[in-house]
């Protein structure tokens, strides 16, 4: 399997000539072109992990392409067809098994609502948090997409995120509210937390990708 970043928090994972796209959002790239699709992921309704536009351009090249998301999403993105899922839900888009994790988003702020977000792991091999600090229990990670700037995000706590989880290999995901220079101070943290239980950290820049 291969994961490819795109902008902010979007990943392409190729397995077997199959494509699976996970939070295709507004700070990420148009994503033209995209075929063999049988599944997207969003972990959550808001509009920098998923667009009604960014759908359609993969809907309409692969019209059987399968969206899963929580009950928000499915609520938000009502004009699309979204399989609810739930934590604790394990689901197989071939040749993808995903694992579902958490519930809700990491607190913004009182006055800003809490939604709803679920991880997910992709072939018990490539762990994404969404926007949150869930811990997926009883999985030794052995790849993680790691949260590095947003609203609800202190630097600290996504250390202890990354040293709780101890995976085989980490990089960097949901930078495009940083500045470059914030950006590589961020993912050097990162970088520690990671080392410190014998990971390696990969610096992902839109478009590289990572073979697991």
Do not use: C
């Not at 979204?82 to 839900?89: I, L, T």
């Not at 709780?164 to 960097?172: G, L």
């Amino acid at each position: 399997m291969r994961v490819t970043k795109q902008e902010h928090a979007a990943l392409i994972l190729q397995s077997a000539e199959k494509v699976l796209v996970v939070d295709p959002g507004s700070f990420t790239t148009a994503l033209v072109g995209l075929s063999n699709v049988v599944g997207i992921v969003i972990t959550h309704e808001h509009a920098d992990h998923w667009t009604a536009e960014q759908l359609t351009r993969i809907i309409d090249r692969n019209p059987d392409a399968v969206i899963y998301g929580p009950a928000g999403v499915v609520a938000a993105a009502s004009d699309f067809h979204v399989v609810v899922v739930e934590a604790g839900d394990t689901v197989t888009v071939e040749p993808f098994t995903l694992r579902f994790f958490g519930g809700e988003h990491a607190v913004i702020h009182s006055s800003i609502p809490v939604v709803d977000n679920l991880g997910v792991l992709v072939n018990d091999t490539l762990y994404y948090p969404g926007d949150s600090y869930t811990i997926p229990e009883g999985v030794e990670v052995d790849t993680l997409a790691a949260p590095v700037g947003a609203p609800w995000l202190k630097i600290g706590d996504a250390m202890d995120f990354v040293l709780a989880v101890k995976p085989r290999r980490a990089f960097a995901v949901h930078e495009m509210t940083l500045s470059t220079a914030g950006k590589n101070m961020q993912r050097e943290r990162l970088a520690w937390a990671t080392e410190q239980g014998g990971g390696e950290f990969f610096v992902l820049e839109p478009g590289e990708s990572l073979d697991l």
